[in-house]
């Protein structure tokens, strides 16, 4: 009995070792799998993200682009090829690839899709988008007697009350009756009255008007 104890003991050391090594190897051969398969997803190059759009403002219902607006042409893959462009007093802008293009008249939707038609023919299936970062073409004015007389950007609906309250009201010899409204339709000048006075104690507010781009207040 005891030479049967030590004969399985001996058995058991004997065997013991090559356990230990066909447990060893199978670990590294899985080690070993992984790693080129963890290296190769490292060397993977990430797909590239969206560019940082540049600030822009938010523009008016009905907007259009005009002369002097400042817009970012922003190119998503050939980030290269972006740009800020100032529209010229003749309504075109300059493009990478496209030189000049007609931008004014144009919502800004129109032109990103005329961007992308033209640039499609030098990149293949091309991301633009358009961002309106000044609005300097819808301008009105306010002259006589308010505090600050001048030109203002027209970038919301702005009524004429709102106008003169920007222009820090009116000044003490100011005929708050008789202020009008100078402003083209159908290609001709037309004066539209305004009484404050009126306005400002809530009686006929309809003439309390939205102002369009170029309207000037003029307060005697």
Known sequence: MLRMRET????????????ILVLATSGASGVMAQAPAAEAAAQTPAAPGPPDLPVGVVPPA??????EDVLGVVFWREKDLSVDAAVRPDGMVTVPLLNDIQAAGL????LRERIRTGAAKFVEDPTVTV?????????VFIMGLVARPGQYPLTQPTSV???????GGLQEYADSKKIFIMRTENGEQVAKPFNYQDVLNRKNLTQNINLAPGDTIVVP
């Open 8 to 19: 399985s003991r001996r058995r058991l050391l004997v065997a013991l070792p090559a356990t």
């Open 62 to 67: 009905g907007y259009v682009i005009g002369a």
């Open 107 to 110: 919502t800004p939707d129109q």
């Open 131 to 139: 961002v309106v970062k000044a609005i300097n073409s819808r301008k």
């Open 161 to 167: 009350m709102q106008l003169i309250a920007l222009a």
